[in-house]
């Protein structure tokens, strides 16, 4: 059975940090790529960041290039999404999701994710 937990979301002031986690469970991320996606109310979802599968490698939603940062513990079957310098604009519920990584492709695609977490809020606010 396919699962997708997240969790370390909370209330953060602008500039801060949080290490949001998305615990996995029923395949391998050896295959599998992970993204990470949010929303905010009134807007669609969108993505931030995705891994891949074959090597791990990273991509990201220009704006939060050089700030957030994602990373995975294939033994825990772990990924990790680390904020640093948050912005008010960066509240939202924030998601992770997987999709089967034949090829090593970048996706930020909501569509083309299969497995959804619940989702963890994430609110930045003085």
């Known amino acids: 059975q396919v699962q997708l937990v997240e969790s370390g979301g909370g209330l953060v002031q602008p500039g801060g940090s949080l290490r949001l986690s998305c615990a996995t469970s029923?395949?391998?991320?050896?295959?599998?790529?992970i993204g990470w996606f949010r929303q905010a109310p009134g807007k669609e979802r969108e993505g931030v960041g995705c891994i891949v599968s074959s090597d791990g490698s990273t991509y990201y939603l220009d704006s939060v290039k050089g700030r957030f940062t994602i990373s995975r513990d294939n033994a825990e079957n772990t990924v990790y999404l680390q904020m640093n310098s948050l912005r008010p604009e960066d509240t939202a519920v924030y998601y992770c999701?997987?999709?089967?990584?034949?090829?090593?492709?970048?996706?930020?695609?909501?569509?083309?994710?299969?497995?959804w977490g619940q989702g963890t809020q994430v609110t930045v606010s003085s």
């Open positions: 029923g395949f391998s991320l050896d295959f599998y790529a």
């Open positions: 999701a997987s999709r089967y990584d034949s090829s090593g492709s970048y996706s930020l695609r909501p569509n083309e994710y299969d497995y």
